[in-house]
């Protein structure tokens, strides 16, 4: 580690937690499979680390009322891919958690981190003093961009957002529970992500001393059909080149709303928005699919050598529908 004199420190409650982090340089570490990384190779310091470890009530998954879940934040991946309400009632999510990393990342890794994991562009994860470090060029934008972004870099940062259950939560409508100085706030999950050309620094509109407490999914509508696909370069533990998490509400056979989130596409979970809208009010047949997945790649913005993305974003959406509509 490059990190000298790194206080650690298991934090007993969450306002404990959170006087720690109110000291410049602190860092949260929740499952640690990211953060450990990032400390090891340099690619930014810690002066203290806040381990949440002890705070039993970020643990779990729990019903709403309303028929919801709350899944605290230091739920390992592995628990929300194998419990059987989420396997049940949102199954994008139970996909994306279980194709997340490896069983040992996944048993390890929670799902609060899994949403404020760090990107994994090689040129930052390496030693280049690039903009989202503080320096003042973008190495992947002429260089090595096989697995860099179609939209959403604001001419920036290449970057694609690297977590599997982002794109699910967001199709799901579900928000993020933080907790700061300033007591608790929820933030739809599709608002908690930051686009380079809004702070290139920065993946989360978290500040320093603000804690992911749990994540909050609301109840799924009747009628609701939703699924994430990956696709990786090899059949291993890699990020996604492309995916897609759906969710289409159906009446009387007719698309009532629709979300449509690409990951490995954009900085952030990517919503295809104009998809969304052109299959309102539509069946969900073998024209609409392939139309809707032509729709999604119309603005796509490739770079010198992740061309490929495009028609490999159109196939995987077009297929994902396609299995949507046979139910
Ligand atoms: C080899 C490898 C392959 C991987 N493959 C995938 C993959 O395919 N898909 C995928 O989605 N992920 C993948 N990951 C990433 C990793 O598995 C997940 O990001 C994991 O869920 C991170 O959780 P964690 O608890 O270990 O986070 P940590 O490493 O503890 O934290 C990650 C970051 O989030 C911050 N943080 C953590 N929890 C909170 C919180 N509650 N509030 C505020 N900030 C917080 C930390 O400060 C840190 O900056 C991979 C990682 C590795 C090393
Ligand atoms: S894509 Fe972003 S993270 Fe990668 S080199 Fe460019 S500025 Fe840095």
Redesign the pocket.
């Known amino acids: 580690m490059h990190t000298p004199n790194v206080d650690y420190v298991r934090a007993k409650s969450l306002k404990e937690a959170i006087q720690h982090l109110s000291s410049k340089g602190s ?12 400390l090891h190779d340099g690619i930014f310091e810690a002066k203290k680390i806040v381990s ?1 470890s002890q705070i039993n009530d ?1 643990k779990g998954i729990r019903e709403t009322k309303e028929g919801g879940l709350r899944i605290g ?2 739920t390992t ?1 592995t628990e929300v891919a194998d419990h059987k309400v989420v396997k049940e009632r949102y199954p994008a999510l139970a996909k994306g958690a279980s ?4 069983p040992q ?2 048993n ?7 949403l ?3 990107p994994r562009c090689w040129y930052y994860r390496g030693e280049f003093h690039c903009l989202r470090k503080g320096g003042n060029q973008c190495y992947a934008y002429k260089g090595e961009n096989h697995y860099h972004c179609l939209f959403g870099s604001g001419g920036v940062c290449y970057i694609v957002h ?4 982002a794109p699910a939560l967001v199709a799901y409508e579900a928000s993020v529970r933080i907790t700061g100085p300033g007591g608790p706030k929820s933030v739809p999950v599709a608002k908690f992500h930051v686009l380079p050309a809004d702070d290139v620094e920065k993946e989360t509109i ?1 500040r320093p001393n ?4 749990e994540i909050v999914l609301p109840p799924p509508p009747q009628g609701l059909r939703s699924s994430y696909r990956k696709v990786r370069a090899r059949q291993s ?4 080149l492309a995916g897609v998490a759906v969710s289409f509400k159906f009446k009387d056979g007719l698309i009532e709303r629709a979300r449509v989130v690409l990951s490995g596409a954009a900085p952030i979970p990517w919503r295809c928005q104009e998809t969304e809208k052109f299959v309102l009010n539509k069946r969900l047949d073998a024209g609409t699919a392939a139309r809707a997945a032509e729709i999604a790649m119309k603005n796509a913005e490739p770079l010198e050598h992740n061309g490929y993305k495009v028609p490999l974003f159109r196939g995987v959406i077009e297929e994902e529908l396609s299995m949507i509509a046979r139910g």
Do not use: M, Y
């Open positions: 860092r949260v570490h929740a499952g640690g499979t990211d953060l450990l990384g990032c949440l970020l934040a230091l991946l194709e997340a990393a490896s990342l996944r390890q890794g929670t799902i609060g981190g899994n404020c994991q760090k690297p977590s599997d259950t978290l603000e804690i992911v407490t533990w890699d990020f996604a």
